[in-house]
């Protein structure tokens, strides 16, 4: 990815991914399934607030919104030094709020995360077809797509998503 776009793109994610925790080698590796998932997921809900993060497109995906660009990124990363991991997250300079957000969503297990990402494109495509989308209709059109989740699991995803501003539903 050439050019400065794609440098503070790859810089925002490697912000992200040292914030998190997570060892990028794990992105590569056979078994770093979880984290590939969180780092879709935390990426996916940090949209808003990352600007760098919007030129990301995502689909629905078997563990939520996906985007390929973003797992192109991710294995660049994974291919870096810890030196030059470090310096390329340290070119990024996060607004408080997305630090502050980004604080939150990492103590979610990667299944809370998946249903709350989810929760947030399922609210995008029923804001197209409804004025107001209910509490009630979300959750059962989340559980309807993560048939594994429970009602409890659902309604907690979608309240946490409410709480951290994103979702904005009406009682019902």
Do not use: C
């Not at 993060?53 to 563990?63: G, I, M, P």
């Not at 429970?150 to 409410?162: H, L, Q, Y």
């Amino acid at each position: 990815m050439r050019g400065s776009r794609g440098e503070k793109r790859l810089s925002a994610l490697a912000w992200l991914i040292k914030r998190v925790g997570i060892d990028p080698g794990e992105l590569a590796d056979e078994s770093g399934l979880d984290a590939r998932i969180r780092v879709q997921k935390l990426v996916f809900l940090m949209r808003e607030l990352v600007r760098e993060f919007r030129t990301y497109r995502f689909n629905l995906y078997k563990f939520g919104p996906y985007s390929k660009d973003l797992a192109d990124d991710y294995y660049k990363l994974a291919s870096l030094s810890r030196e030059e991991l470090d310096r390329l997250s340290g070119e990024y300079s996060p607004s408080p709020r997305a630090e502050r957000l980004l604080e939150e969503l990492s103590r979610f297990d990667t299944e809370t995360l998946e249903l709350m990402a989810t929760a947030v494109d399922l609210w995008v495509e029923m804001r197209r077809h409804f004025k107001d989308v209910s509490r009630s209709r979300m959750v059962r059109r989340l559980l309807a797509v993560k048939g594994w989740a429970t009602i409890r699991d659902a309604e907690r995803a979608v309240r946490k998503a409410e709480e951290l501003g994103l979702l904005r539903l009406v009682d019902g």
